[in-house]
């Protein structure tokens, strides 16, 4: 399953600048926010298990919002430069990371990671996103939380390492308005730490009752004459006001600005570079820290048949008296045809699912367990065998357009091939369940890949 992370970079900085103490690097320059930004980005990876990263970033240009409305943050002090200075140095951790970082003229960073977030979640978009969660410390943000579509908040609470993630419920509780509705609460009672204004005279507590009442703003004002006078008054007075908010308050979802999702997932906390750059920071506990969360997490992509034939055989020894197959492209490549590979699926029943939590505990990096999504459910967790990512889904089933679950994929017999590799059995789908998978899940391009090399052998079979 792809779990995108969207970071604000700005706003993870910003917070460490001001919560961590002084440190400086070994020539005398600041490194604090830089420090907190790598802590926040371990603590995520452990706790949120994203396949894919991306991190967006403010510009020092004026933005769209300052040029429409002149005030928009005027009371906001300049960057402190022992902080300003720290963005470039981030940058450069992020790209040694391999982690891709993204900026544009004119908008902020929530614009870009609003963007990113709509897009990677578009229907046919070429990889397939089962959440997105976006880490930040700025409240704005909560207006793009949204369920159906999977995407949540990571928002620090009491501190920068101690975070809550936010679905719709939780946006409701803390502000007393839906996500939705984020945009014409602010229309209507401003934001001081952005410096514009609302509607003058009309407070939270008002605001909700007024959009639990009539929806919307625009809604608001086509039901005026059912509004008591003093309340009805106040917004006939600040009406343009409150319209110039509502346009500041809404993050822009269309910046034009050129993704690759296929980048954000070859991340690497602990690269050569990031090793030197840690030293010349003098980052000895971080150090620490990404090299041995690289000795765990390291994944590899784009498998030779022979390892993925070395780790099937590993997992087929422990797992043949269960039940069990392996699936996807991993299964095809084993039975012959030409496929890419980058991690190994397996398919089984409940029991065997709940048992690879303690036949691979060592190997673990996310727990077997019960999860469902708009498209998936089944026992899913993932581990990692020689480098290898393995993710398991036990009785794994598809939901079709019309919003019913479709057959239960648990390696049963009608659903296996039996291979041998060094004489150990192993279960294997048959190319026939692939093409059904790759049916249900709409993926076309892999459906006639498949379907192609199916008709060549079968044609070849019969000489």
Request: net charge positive; glycine share 6%.
């Amino acid at each position: 399953m792809n779990k995108l992370v969207l970071i604000d970079g700005n706003a993870i900085m910003h917070r460490a600048y001001h919560a961590l103490p002084h440190l400086t690097t070994k020539d005398g320059e600041p490194i604090n926010a830089v420090y907190g930004l790598v802590s926040m980005l371990t603590k995520i990876i452990q706790t949120l298990k994203p396949t894919h990263i991306a991190v967006c970033f403010d510009r020092s240009e004026p933005t769209f919002r300052k040029l429409k409305f002149k005030n928009y943050q005027a009371q906001r002090p300049e960057t402190e430069k022992e902080l300003s200075g720290q963005f470039e140095k981030a940058r450069e951790v992020l790209s040694a990371m391999n982690i891709p970082s993204f900026d544009k003229v004119g908008f902020e960073a929530d614009d870009l990671i609003g963007t990113i977030a709509k897009k990677s979640v578009r229907t046919g978009s070429a990889i397939f996103f089962d959440e997105v969660v976006i880490v930040t410390g700025d409240r704005d943000i909560l207006q793009l939380v949204d369920d159906n579509k999977k995407i949540r908040l990571y928002m620090p609470v009491k501190s920068l390492l101690n975070a809550r993630l936010y679905k719709e419920e939780d946006v409701v509780e803390r502000m007393g308005v839906a996500a939705s509705k984020i945009i014409d609460y602010k229309a209507l009672v401003g934001d001081p730490s952005d410096n514009y204004p609302g509607v003058a005279g009309i407070g939270p507590k008002t605001a909700i009752n007024l959009l639990d009442e009539y929806g919307n703003f625009e809604n608001i004002y086509k039901c005026l004459d059912k509004i008591s006078d003093s309340i009805r008054t106040k917004l006939i007075n600040g009406k343009e006001n409150g319209q110039v908010s509502q346009m500041l308050a809404k993050i822009i979802t269309n910046v034009p600005i050129d993704l690759d999702f296929r980048k954000m997932e070859n991340w690497d906390l602990g690269s050569e570079k990031v090793v030197k750059l840690f030293g010349n920071y003098g980052f000895r506990t971080l150090l620490g820290r990404v090299q041995s969360f690289k000795e765990k997490h390291q994944i590899k992509k784009n498998l030779a048949s022979y390892e993925v034939g070395v780790v099937c055989l590993k997992l087929a020894k422990k797992l043949n008296s269960y039940q069990y197959a392996i699936r996807g492209t991993a299964s095809l490549v084993l039975q012959g045809y030409d496929m890419g590979v980058d991690d190994i699926d397996i398919v089984c029943d409940e029991k065997t699912a709940l048992k690879i939590n303690d036949v691979f505990k060592k190997d673990l990096i996310e727990e077997i367990k019960y999860s469902e999504s708009d498209k998936f459910k089944s026992f899913f967790g993932k581990l990692v065998i020689d480098s290898v990512l393995v993710e398991i889904m036990g009785e794994w089933q598809i939901k079709n357009k019309n919003g019913e679950w479709g057959m239960k994929y648990a390696g049963k017999d009608e659903e296996v091939n039996i291979i041998k590799i060094k004489d150990t059995a192993v279960k294997v789908t048959k190319p026939e369940i692939e093409l059904k998978v790759s049916t249900e899940m709409g993926r076309w391009n892999e459906y006639h890949k498949i379907r192609k090399q199916v008709d060549v052998k079968s044609q070849q079979s019969l000489f």
